[in-house]
């Protein structure tokens, strides 16, 4: 039901920037609609969606709402903390072309923590579908897509004119904030527009002179100049075909699922605890008749013990049972269509297998969930590489943006002895070369490959040259011993010759 807010403004994009104008309403529809959308799938990750939430059952010819009961694994969250560390828990191997440039470059990687950043960004993009990253000299940063939208070519959706980042700014009135203005950061190829217009009900004001974080922005705004030539915010979406210019959370091919999963178990934790409270059934001489209502009720002593004129009372409990097979069997039906929607299996999602089973099996079977890690990281995979380009250039690093190469490994788990096996398996046996299994399981490009040839020559050489140098020393020392050994020859016969 949520996605309907996005079907209501699918394809209303902005492609100029009337949006600025005076008197126009902001946010735009189509940001309302995918704004709505963003805030919900939040609640799915945090498991807020369920608060006060109930289910309206009909009991006989009346309704009556039972408790919501969520289930103990937030399927949600499992789905994109399982994604995330697939792809993530691997280290990434980054090259440029240039030995000396990758010490550079991964030297600025871990001075500010840009994959720690990406990690984010990819973790948000599964939540929400999109997710944003700002790249600036100092620290690349990861934030939700909520105050961030595109504008785009109107004759070609796919290309991205700017990005517009806005800003709520309020102001203290008693004990209640009250927005007053909105900031417009508008982040083009090499340049950056900021301004600060008046905001009311909903409705932009005019440009105004504005103190924001002890700096003025003047009215009627500032531009700045990047010194490069990218954007310098990185739009994350994935499964973008769904939309055309946004991506979709991959909660959504499992929300029905989950959702009434979660309907099922509600019912049937409800149908058990009306059996833990029994019917009592008694015979009909301590059922009183009020005379004047004739309402028919329990003849109680101080509400608790019954009365009876008889000799003979039989009372006793009666227990409700159901029989919840059918349901139960209807429950798995459901757990074994999220392992299949989600497309990560039981044994990734649970973690559960039997026996001692090796890094190759294991990985086989988690393939399809491995294969889902590779399309997403695919689908992010460019974005990443203009953040880690613009923070480069940012720092002074020469690169072309097409030297730069991520491998980020995804779900691989063999270590150094197996994968170095495999290489030399595959160059004895001439069905790869050594450039290309370098390239393939060490992400070296064939300039890299070459150095590495070089460098494995120089020592060999060094080593052959040692070699040598033992051999010669041995054999002097060989001589040196044959030499004494006729010299104590020669000292043993004059001795004897002198006895």
Known sequence: MIDIFRVLSKGQYDNDFSFLQYGRTFPSNEVQGRNIVYRYRHRQYTGEYSRNKKITVRKQDQEMEIPYKVLSVNYFKLLTNKMTDLVFNN?????????????????????????????KAFKKSTIFGDACLKTTPFTPSAFDPMYCFKVVDKSDISTTIAYVLYEYLSEKRGDIDVITHIRFEIHFKGKIYECVKQFTAGTLGLSVDYTYRGRLIPKGGHWFDTGIDEFMIQYISINQEADGVYGESIYTEITDVVYALEQRISTNRHLLDNSMAPILAVSGDVIQTDEQTGKRSLKLINGQFLVSRGENIDAKPVELTYNLDQSNNFIEMLKTLIYELTEMGKTFLTGEYTGNISEESLNNIIKGAIDKGNRLITESYTAFRDSLYVLCRLNGIAVEKE????????????????????????????????????E??????????????????????????????????????????????DSEKEIGGTSNEAK
């Open 403 to 438: 030297d730069i190469s991520i491998q980020f490994n995804v779900g691989r788990a063999d270590d150094d002895k197996a994968v170095a096996d495999v290489c030399t398996t595959l160059i004895n046996n001439k069905v790869l070369s050594k450039a290309t299994v370098r």
């Open 440 to 485: 393939k399981y060490y992400g070296m490009n064939k300039e890299q490959s070459a150095q590495e040839d070089e460098q494995i020559s120089l020592e060999n050489g060094s080593n052959t040259k040692q070699l040598e140098n033992i051999d010669e020393d041995s054999n002097n020392e060989v001589k040196n011993i044959e030499e004494t050994k």
């Open 91 to 119: 280290e990434l191997v980054i090259r440029s072309g240039d030995i000396e440039r990758d010490k550079l470059i991964l030297a600025l990687v871990d001075k500010y923590n840009w994959v720690d950043s990406i990690r």
